[in-house]
Structures are given as structure tokens and as C-alpha cells.
């Protein structure tokens, strides 16, 4: 089965794998990989102002063939109208601490350079109760989701969406090999 979509929007909880999916899925199909963390974020980790954010998502879904990769709130009304389907990673919380800490020790060791020239401070990620904590907003946002995305796939505007949930990393791989053949 042949991937019939051209423009996707990979969401998920920080840790599930989102950024690995949609850059694999964008090489697979040869679509462009828009990564709203790069949208979003300047320089220092200085948050783009909202204006400038959806202005940056609005150009950069403007064209036929892409992969979305995340989950921002503040630009969901211009990216999901545009969009065919939305690859929901919806992995079992165990699975999502492992990857992102094993991400985030990765990141913190090597001193990963991200968007914009930005680097993750390991420490940062420890301090559990700080905003600045990857695992805080895991722990903030990751039953959030499992509530919100069925209540937001379900609304009128995004019924013309296809829905893909998957459940592991092991029905990621083979929708990912079937979208592919």
C-alpha cells in the first residue's frame, strides 16, 4: 500500500517519536519535512511571537507535498486544514519516558546543536518541577492528548482528515514500510 497522501501532520506526546517519524515518512515519500520546533524557536530558545509563528507555518504549508511534525495548538487551524491525513503516535507512556530520556541523555552528552543553534542543557530536563523540563510537559500533556486528539479529530472542520493511530513503535515501522512500498 502505497502512501496516497501528500500532506500529513505527525502528532504525538515530546519523546514519542514524532521528529524520527516525519523526517523518515518526508525521505520515504520525497515530500518537504516542516518541523514546527524550528518554526517556533529562535536563537537562545527565544519563542517566536505568535504572529510570526503562524505567519512561518502559514508559508511553509503553502506548498503540495509535506510532513508536519508537532503538535502546537497556535497554528493546528492553519496546518490541519491543509492537511490529508494525521499520523497520531499514541505509544504506551513507559515507551515514551524511555525514548525521551534516552533522547534527552543523547542530546545532553553530545551537546546536539537543534534549531536554530539552540542545544538542550541536560540539568534543565532533571529539574522535574521546572517549566523548562522535557519530562514536565510529558507529564503535563501526555493524557491531555490521549483526552483532546479523538475530541479534535471528531470535530466537522477535521473530518475530511485520515486518521492513522498507531498504538507502537512496532505498528509505526510497518505503517511506515507499507506507506513506503
Not at 27 to 56: C, I, K, N, Q
Not at 89 to 118: A, H, I
Request: aromatic content about 12%; hydrophobic content about 40%; charged content about 25%.
Amino acid at each position: 500500500m502505497a502512501c496516497r497522501y501528500r500532506r500529513l501532520v505527525v502528532v504525538g506526546p515530546t519523546g514519542s517519536g514524532k521528529s524520527t517519524l516525519a523526517a523518515r515518512l518526508a525521505r520515504t515519500l520525497g515530500l518537504d519535512l516542516v518541523e514546527l520546533d524550528a518554526l517556533h524557536w529562535g536563537p537562545s530558545w527565544t519563542e517566536a511571537d505568535r504572529g510570526t509563528f503562524r505567519a512561518r507555518a502559514d508559508e511553509a504549508t503553502r506548498t503540495t507535498d509535506w510532513v508536519v511534525d508537532g503538535n502546537y495548538h497556535q497554528v493546528r487551524d492553519i496546518v490541519w486544514p491543509r492537511a490529508e491525513a494525521i499520523i497520531w503516535l499514541d505509544l504506551p507512556l513507559p515507551r515514551v519516558f524511555w525514548r525521551l530520556t534516552s533522547r534527552t541523555v543523547g542530546r545532553g552528552v553530545y551537546r546536539k546543536v537543534l534549531w536554530n543553534g539552540n542545544r538542550e542543557l541536560l540539568w534543565e530536563h532533571l529539574m522535574l518541577w521546572s517549566d523548562h523540563s522535557l519530562y514536565n510537559w510529558l507529564f503535563k500533556t501526555y493524557w491531555r492528548y490521549k483526552r483532546e486528539y479523538p475530541k479534535l479529530f471528531a470535530l466537522p472542520e477535521h473530518r475530511h482528515l485520515e486518521i492513522v493511530h498507531l498504538r507502537t513503535a512496532r505498528e509505526a515501522d510497518a505503517w511506515l514500510r507499507a506507506a513506503g512500498s
